[in-house]
């Protein structure tokens, strides 16, 4: 986990019960959950397995060790997690180069919540040495606290990491807005009693109660994420 913790008076956005946002990346931020699968059907390829296109939705938005175990286990590969867990990362590396392409909507969200000073934390299941990469495309200015999947004993599904990450901001986690792409990391962020803004990018996501779908980022900006903190503290 890297940390820049905000000075005493960022801490809370003024005039609302929002304290924190805290934002998935692929899928989310970058549009790169397609890249991972294209990795994966390329790895899988060179071992001589095929795989199956429905796959796509169980492996979405999990950690390394569930999608790559699952791959494994389906295809019969003869090839262990760690080895290919380093395939995979060095797939994904070669593939994304210097720049990555953001989700319609990303750069004048992280924008804003910086110019108001709204404590930001990236939560990936993706690997420190992949979150670093795709810092340089996101901006790292943008975050006061970053967490990757390999950084947490158990990462999302389990609610370890948004919990991690509203700790490391001082924040209450039912007074943090998660925004995520996947199912895997709106039950992370439901776990911890945040309130989710889900914005679906493979799999359709239902609305539930803490719960608002949108078909964009470019549909939410600060105003909305406090807005549905407050419609909750009523």
Not at 33 to 49: C, I, K, M, P, Q
Not at 145 to 168: N, Q
Request: aromatic share 4%; proline share 7%.
């Amino acid at each position: 986990m890297t940390t820049t913790i905000p000075a005493p008076g960022t801490r809370t956005a003024e005039g609302s019960a929002l304290q924190a946002v805290l934002l998935d990346m692929d899928g989310t931020l970058v549009d790169t959950e397609g890249f991972w699968w294209d990795v994966e059907v390329e790895v899988f390829a060179g071992l001589g397995h095929a795989l199956d296109d429905s796959w796509r939705h169980v492996v979405v938005g999990g950690p390394m060790t569930r999608s790559a175990g699952f791959l494994i286990e389906a295809t019969g590969a003869d090839i262990t997690l760690p080895e290919l867990t380093v395939l995979l990362n060095d797939g994904f590396e070669a593939r994304i180069g210097r720049t990555l392409p953001l989700m319609p909507g990303a750069s004048r969200l992280l924008a804003e919540l910086a110019t108001h000073g709204v404590p930001t934390a990236l939560v990936s299941a993706s690997h420190r040495r992949i979150i670093d990469r795709v810092l340089t495309s996101l901006g790292p200015q943008h975050f006061a606290l970053t967490v990757a999947g390999d950084e947490v004993e158990r990462t999302k599904p389990f609610p370890d990491p948004y919990l991690l990450a509203a700790s490391g901001l001082g924040a209450d986690p039912a007074r943090c807005a998660v925004i995520e792409d996947t199912a895997t990391g709106v039950a992370a962020a439901e776990a911890a009693g945040c309130h989710v803004v889900a914005v679906p990018s493979v799999a359709p996501i239902a609305p539930a109660v803490r719960r608002t779908v949108v078909t964009s980022l470019e549909e939410v900006d600060l105003p909305f994420l406090r807005g549905l903190l407050a419609i909750t503290a009523n």
